[in-house]
């Protein structure tokens, strides 16, 4: 399979719903070229794109369609009480919390171009942010039966999520990613049960190296790596958010 060019965008601090918006664009164009695609002859196809894009939300709450409402601590009063947003999404798994200090991440793939199981997808988005922490001296592992990057999860009583994950894909098409705690206000989670997961924390790289992170670096470091586990180049492109 030849390297996939990956189209970049950082889209900077956006609301949830306009980001929401932006990625299923992307996803449903190329959807519907995949569509129209199967009624072509190979030299009429025209390739997919693919996308990744960074950005921070405002503090939001985001419900998976397998999730539980009775993870989410606070009443509707409270959430306006304390600027919360709320939503209920269509990736998987549970709820999670965005904020300032967090990179989301976006990758909108066409998988058939790279490898067509989505296990392998997401053991790939984990090693993308394991790879990322051994860069700072933390070293990042996979606790068994959950998905996400979690640091001690060998050790049930220190086992902590540093990095929550939730894909939808359709099509071979992915959409929704990831949430990398870098300098974010653990507070937040307080008020949820993360990911429905009862007796375990959750941690950033600024707790855990106990300083602020320059958010820019890391990104940086994230990209390459992301290049490195995907075998995949990343171009970046001026935004055409509207």
Known sequence: METQTVLFE?????????????????FDEIIALKIR???????????????????????????????????????????????????KINRGGDITYHGPGQNVGYPILDLDMFFTDIHLYMRNLEEVMILTLKEYGITGGRYPGYTGVWLDPDNDKLARKICAFGVKCSRWVTMHGWAFNINTDLEYFDYIIPCGIEDKAVTSMQKELGYPLDMDEVKSVVKSKFEEVFRCVLNEKFSDIQ
């Open 10 to 26: 950082d889209i900077g601090t956006m609301s949830f719903q306009s980001a929401w918006d932006y990625q299923t664009k992307l």
């Open 37 to 87: 695609n199967r009624d072509l002859t190979i030299e009429e196809r025209l390739p997919t794109k693919h996308h990744l894009l960074f950005c921070e939300h405002p503090h939001v709450y985001t419900l998976g369609k397998s999730g539980s409402m009775q993870n989410l601590l606070l009443t509707e009063q409270q959430l306006d009480e304390k600027g919360i947003e709320f939503f």
